[in-house]
C-alpha cells in the first residue's frame, strides 16, 4: 500500500494542474475607484458565478491602466477618461469603446472651509478661491481619471499649478490614500462620489461643491486588441464587456448601494 502512496499523490498533484489550466480567468486593468468603492466586490461574484470566468483585477489609477493595456498585459481595461480612452481606441490598442456607467465628481474640504466654497456649483470658481486663499489641496498627481480631470479644472480655472507651491500636495495615489492625506492635513480634494461614500475616515471632511455638470464621471470598457496582442483571451474578455453592458449587468450596478445611496449609474447605449 505504501508503494502506491506516491503514485496517487502523483495522480493528485496532475489532476490539480489540469484542473487550474481549465480555470478560465481574464485580467482587468481599473482605475482604483472601481475597486476602493466595493463596487467590484459586489460586481465580480455576479458574473463569475455565471460565467465561469474568474476576474483579476489590477486596480491603479487611469493612465497606468491604459498604460497596462498598451503592454499586451490586460485582457480588459475599465477606467473613466474618455479623451485618454478615445486615444486608446484611436491608437490601435483597442477596437472598441463602451459606455458603461457614470457618477459624479465632488468636491471635498474642511467643514471649517477657510477658502469660502461651501454650497457652490461652478467648479471654477471654487478651484480659484481655493488658489487665492492657498489653503492646503491634495491632489492625487497619479495621472488617473480623476487627476486627470482635477487638472483639466485648474486650466479652466485659468490657475497654473505645481508641485512646487506649498498650498498643493500631489500623493501620487489611489483615491482612497489620497483622501487619507486630505482627512489628516484638513485639506480640499477632487474625489469620485462612489470612492466618498465607501471612505470612513473622513474626519472634518465635507462635501463642498457638487452638482456643476463639468463634474459628470463616465466609466468606459474596451477589450485590448488581440490581433496586436495574440495572448489576450478574446473571448472570455469579451463576455465580460457583454455582460457588464447587457441588462443583467447593468441592474447589477444600479444595485450597489452603501447606506441607501446608490453609487454608480448605468448608461450603457442600447
Known amino acids: 500500500m505504501k508503494k502506491l502512496a506516491p503514485f496517487f499523490l502523483a495522480l493528485g498533484i496532475l489532476w490539480g494542474s489540469a484542473h487550474a489550466a481549465e480555470e478560465k480567468s481574464i485580467i482587468v486593468s481599473s482605475t482604483t475607484s472601481t475597486e476602493q468603492s466595493g463596487l467590484f466586490g459586489y460586481l465580480l461574484p455576479i458574473f463569475e458565478k455565471k460565467s465561469g470566468i474568474k476576474v483579476k483585477v489590477v486596480a491603479v489609477g487611469t493612465g497606468q491602466a491604459l498604460d ?38 465632488i468636491l471635498i474640504g474642511p467643514k471649517s472651509d477657510p477658502a469660502k466654497i461651501g454650497g457652490g ?25 480623476t487627476n486627470a480631470a482635477e487638472l483639466r479644472y485648474w486650466k479652466d480655472a485659468g490657475i497654473a499649478v505645481s ?78 464587456i457583454d455582460w457588464l453592458v447587457s441588462k443583467e449587468g447593468q441592474d447589477a450596478i444600479a444595485g450597489y448601494k452603501i447606506d441607501g445611496q446608490q453609487l454608480f449609474f448605468p448608461n450603457a447605449k442600447k
Open 68 to 105: 497596462i493595456g498598451r503592454r499586451g498585459d490586460a485582457d480588459v481595461v475599465f477606467v473613466h477618461d474618455k479623451p485618454a480612452e478615445e486615444i486608446f481606441v484611436a491608437e490601435g490598442y483597442s477596437t472598441k469603446r463602451s459606455e458603461v456607467m457614470y457618477n459624479d465628481f
Open 163 to 240: 508641485s512646487s507651491s506649498p498650498w498643493y500636495k500631489e500623493t501620487g495615489s489611489g483615491m482612497g490614500p489620497a483622501l487619507n492625506s486630505a482627512s489628516a492635513m484638513n485639506a480640499y480634494i477632487l474625489a469620485d462620489r462612489g470612492t466618498w461614500l465607501s471612505f470612513k475616515n473622513r474626519g472634518d471632511l465635507v462635501i463642498l461643491v457638487q452638482g456643476d455638470p463639468k463634474l459628470f464621471n463616465q466609466y468606459g470598457v474596451m477589450l485590448v486588441n488581440p490581433i496586436k496582442f495574440p495572448q489576450v483571451k478574446k473571448v472570455e474578455g469579451q463576455l465580460f
Open 121 to 145: 456649483k461652478d467648479i471654477q470658481i471654487a478651484f480659484q478661491k481655493i488658489a487665492t486663499s492657498q489653503a492646503p489641496f491634495i491632489s492625487r498627481g497619479d495621472k488617473s481619471g
